[in-house]
């Protein structure tokens, strides 16, 4: 892209120096425009690691489920065997 923005400043006779700061300006703030919003994208690389993150936090939330659950029979089980 630079080099099409070099050649049509210089078609419009601009001095190929300023043509070439030019060229390198709207580079320069395409960059920083870039580097603005690069943290904001949402990548693949982004996704898989939620999913990962996903996928062990729900490993963890049905654990913690089925503990509270055996707990709970078991506490069951010892009310009825005591129960008058």
């Given amino acids: 892209m630079e080099l099409e923005i070099f050649e049509a400043l210089t078609a419009a006779n601009v001095p190929s120096e300023k043509a070439k700061a030019v060229a390198a300006s709207i580079d320069q703030a395409i ?3 870039y580097a603005l919003h690069k943290e904001q994208l949402f990548t693949k690389a982004d996704g898989a690691e ?3 993150r996903l996928l062990r936090a729900m490993t963890e939330m049905q654990r913690w489920t089925l503990t ?3 707990g709970a029979l078991a506490a069951l089980a010892v009310l ?3 129960w008058p």
């Fill in 80 to 82: 009825i065997k005591f």
């Fill in 31 to 33: 960059d920083r425009r």
């Fill in 68 to 70: 509270a659950l055996f």
């Fill in 50 to 52: 939620m999913e990962a």
